[in-house]
Nanobody, 114 residues
Framework: QLQFVESGGGLVQPGGSLKLSCAAS????????MGWYRQAPGKQRELVAR???????NYADSVKGRFTISRDNAKKTVYLQMNSLKPEDTAVYYC????????WGQGTQVTVSS
């Protein structure tokens, strides 16, 4: 099974930017679609962005126009560029193969606060 390690989270002010990374290991990365998910305290985990093996992307309405998902198959890494961050973006962010098994990493904390 694929294993993922998320990194790049931190504390940023509203309107700021942050770029998350998700490094994969344990399988052939390039053939899989990848997704970024997030879970805020007291809320259910939600799919934020998705990218197919061919590079097609989809975004949740709440982040459309602000977030960009990308991938580097040579590095077996998927990225999430987050711009114009809002306090409601505060959450733990995870990456996973959409529709894959229920295998979640530790995630990376993103906190947007003044």
């Amino acid at each position: 099974q694929l294993q993922f390690v998320e990194s790049g989270g931190g504390l940023v002010q509203p309107g700021g930017s942050l770029k998350l990374s998700c490094a994969a290991s344990g399988s052939i990365f390039s053939i899989y679609a990848m997704g970024w998910y997030r879970q805020a305290p007291g809320k259910q985990r939600e799919l934020v962005a998705r990218i197919t093996s061919g590079g097609s992307t989809n975004y949740a309405d709440s982040v459309k126009g602000r977030f960009t998902i990308s991938r580097d198959n040579a590095k077996k890494t998927v990225y999430l560029q987050m711009n114009s961050l809002k306090p409601e973006d505060t959450a733990v962010y995870y990456c996973k193969v959409p529709g894959g098994g229920d295998y979640w990493g530790q995630g990376t904390q993103v906190t947007v606060s003044s």
